[in-house]
């Protein structure tokens, strides 16, 4: 392990990517606690402790930026919402999506600007929205001088820390190791986790009569965090292989083909993609009803809605599940990939190509996907279960989805320097 740790620090571009990773972390960091203007810091005080089970979930990705109210308050959920939007445009209902996401690298670079464009308008509209509804929520107190363009320039403030944010997850996907959004939620949620430890032991341990009964508790959280952490390790790696043979062919003098390869599938290949959507989506209507709290229709959806109650809980898990074979079957097109097959020569074991070869990979991807979304719902819901069992605060309830986000975001990191150094012939984390 150690070995492994030192090989890391000798490869001289894997230790620059390492360094630009860290590097745009720190930066990360330190926007989270630089505030927007014209906000009245006292009156958000009392945001915190009031509203802490509303905005715990948002506060989590954000990396605390949330209850700072700081220029990346909204983190990158803009940006989550603009890939949905983007993604569901291209199955088909825009024709010109649909081919340029059959295009390759080119097709993709053009999707990613328009989701850039999306992330901008849902930023725009989401920070006035913010502001708006924070400031009427609490009396129109939030925001000192509010008029249009005070609410303009805080929107125009949130907004543009939601695009550089965007840029910077850009750059570690480019210049870093790993994909950068996925690494700066990973930054958000590992940054949350000594207040988390500080409010578990302040609720369950400074002037408790109970000392025995929440050591217990605290055990009983340990072995579920631990068994999580196995789990989302065992199913990530799980892999279900296909095997493929080619025919020989004979091109001049040269004979091509006839080796044997296979197709690996992995049991989970959205990854915590469909997590992070679920949670999204979930908390956009609870985050809408806050700002008309004393509604009845918004009451009762802060009341039934949260995913720690049973409606909210039903519809995390249909999300997770949804999203899981949405995200899978966008990444892998089993007609395509047939198509592929066919036209090199290939074709599994007992499946005629063309046809009968997509529609066998599509049954196997039904499968194995469904088997990978129950675990990642398991996962996500279990945790909450055991949170509102043991009595935690709802603003430390999200450690399963926090938990199966960050071992996600490591596993493929870790990969990623496996990767760089197997190219270099260091043995690597994995391999042996």
Same mark, same amino acid.
Not at 159 to 170: D, P, Q, S
Not at 231 to 253: C, L, N, T
Not at 270 to 299: E, R, Y
């Given at each position: 392990?150690?070995?492994?740790?030192?090989?890391?620090?000798?490869?001289?571009?894997?230790?620059?990517?390492?360094?630009?990773?860290?590097?745009?972390?720190?930066?990360?960091?330190?926007?989270?606690?630089?505030?927007?203007?014209?906000?009245?810091?006292?009156?958000?005080?009392?945001?915190?402790?009031?509203? +802490?089970? *509303?905005?715990?979930?948002?506060?989590?990705?954000?990396?605390?930026?949330?209850?700072?109210?700081?220029?990346?308050? @909204?983190?990158?959920?803009?940006?989550?919402?603009?890939?949905?939007?983007?993604?569901?445009?291209?199955?088909?209902?825009?024709?010109?999506?649909?081919?340029?996401?059959?295009?390759?690298?080119?097709?993709?670079?053009?999707?990613?600007?328009?989701?850039?464009?999306?992330?901008?308008?849902?930023?725009?509209?989401?920070?006035?929205?913010?502001?708006?509804?924070?400031?009427?929520? $609490?009396?129109?107190?939030?925001?000192?001088?509010?008029?249009?363009?005070?609410?303009?320039?805080?929107?125009?403030?949130?907004?543009?820390?939601? +695009?550089?944010? =965007?840029?910077?997850?850009?750059?570690?996907?480019?210049?870093?190791?790993?994909?950068?959004?996925?690494?700066?939620?990973?930054?958000?949620?590992?940054?949350?986790?000594?207040?988390?430890?500080?409010?578990?032991?302040?609720?369950?341990?400074?002037?408790?009569?109970?000392?025995?009964?929440?050591?217990?508790?605290?055990?009983?959280?340990?072995?579920?965090?631990?068994?999580?952490?196995?789990?989302?390790?065992?199913?990530?790696?799980?892999?279900?292989?296909?095997?493929?043979?080619?025919?020989?062919?004979?091109?001049?003098?040269? @004979?091509?083909?006839?080796?044997?390869?296979?197709?690996?599938?992995?049991?989970?290949?959205?990854?915590?993609?469909?997590?992070?959507?679920?949670?999204?989506?979930? =908390?956009?209507?609870?985050?809408?009803?806050?700002?008309?709290?004393?509604?009845?229709? +918004?009451?009762?959806?802060?009341?039934?809605? $949260?995913?720690?109650?049973?409606?909210?809980?039903? *519809?995390?898990?249909?999300?997770?599940?949804?999203?899981?074979?949405?995200?899978?079957?966008?990444?892998?097109?089993?007609?395509?990939?047939?198509?592929? @097959?066919?036209?090199?020569?290939?074709?599994?074991?007992?499946?005629?190509?063309?046809?009968?070869?997509?529609?066998?990979?599509?049954?196997?991807?039904?499968? &194995?996907?469904?088997?990978?979304?129950?675990?990642?719902?398991? &996962?996500?819901?279990?945790?909450?279960?055991?949170?509102?069992?043991?009595?935690?605060?709802?603003?430390?309830?999200?450690?399963?989805?926090?938990?199966?986000?960050?071992?996600?975001? +490591?596993?493929?990191? @870790?990969?990623?320097?496996?990767?760089?150094?197997?190219?270099?012939?260091?043995?690597?984390?994995?391999?042996?």
């Amino acid at each position: 392990m150690f070995k492994t740790l030192s090989n890391i620090w000798k490869v001289e571009d894997l230790r620059k990517r390492i360094l630009f990773t860290l590097f745009i972390l720190l930066i990360y960091r330190i926007g989270a606690f630089i505030p927007v203007p014209n906000i009245d810091k006292s009156v958000f005080d009392q945001i915190n402790s009031e509203q +802490a089970s *509303l905005f715990g979930v948002l506060n989590t990705f954000s990396g605390g930026a949330l209850f700072q109210f700081s220029i990346f308050a @909204m983190s990158i959920v803009p940006y989550i919402t603009a890939s949905i939007i983007v993604q569901l445009l291209t199955m088909d209902v825009i024709p010109k999506f649909a081919e340029w996401a059959k295009e390759g690298e080119n097709g993709k670079k053009k999707l990613a600007q328009i989701t850039r464009y999306g992330t901008i308008i849902l930023g725009l509209i989401q920070a006035f929205a913010t502001a708006i509804g924070f400031n009427r929520q $609490y009396n129109f107190q939030f925001v000192v001088d509010p008029g249009f363009a005070t609410y303009t320039m805080i929107a125009i403030v949130l907004t543009a820390g939601t +695009a550089f944010l =965007m840029w910077l997850g850009e750059q570690i996907t480019e210049k870093g190791i790993g994909n950068g959004i996925s690494i700066i939620i990973f930054a958000g949620i590992v940054a949350g986790f000594p207040g988390h430890i500080r409010t578990i032991y302040a609720d369950q341990f400074i002037d408790s009569d109970q000392l025995f009964l929440n050591i217990v508790k605290a055990l009983v959280i340990l072995i579920a965090v631990v068994a999580i952490i196995v789990g989302v390790i065992f199913v990530q790696q799980g892999i279900r292989k296909i095997p493929v043979q080619y025919a020989k062919r004979v091109v001049g003098r040269k @004979m091509y083909g006839g080796q044997s390869t296979h197709i690996p599938l992995k049991v989970n290949g959205a990854g915590v993609i469909p997590v992070i959507f679920a949670v999204s989506l979930l =908390m956009f209507p609870v985050t809408l009803a806050g700002f008309w709290a004393d509604k009845p229709w +918004a009451q009762w959806v802060t009341k039934h809605m $949260y995913y720690d109650q049973p409606l909210g809980m039903v *519809l995390y898990v249909l999300l997770i599940i949804g999203f899981t074979f949405f995200y899978t079957f966008v990444q892998i097109n089993p007609v395509q990939m047939a198509d592929q @097959m066919k036209k090199n020569g290939g074709y599994i074991p007992g499946v005629r190509p063309g046809k009968p070869t997509s529609t066998y990979i599509t049954r196997v991807m039904s499968r &194995i996907t469904l088997s990978g979304a129950l675990f990642l719902s398991i &996962i996500s819901v279990l945790p909450v279960a055991f949170g509102a069992l043991a009595g935690l605060p709802r603003s430390v309830q999200i450690g399963g989805t926090s938990l199966l986000i960050v071992v996600g975001v +490591a596993l493929d990191t @870790m990969k990623q320097i496996e990767t760089q150094l197997i190219k270099r012939h260091y043995k690597g984390f994995i391999n042996k």
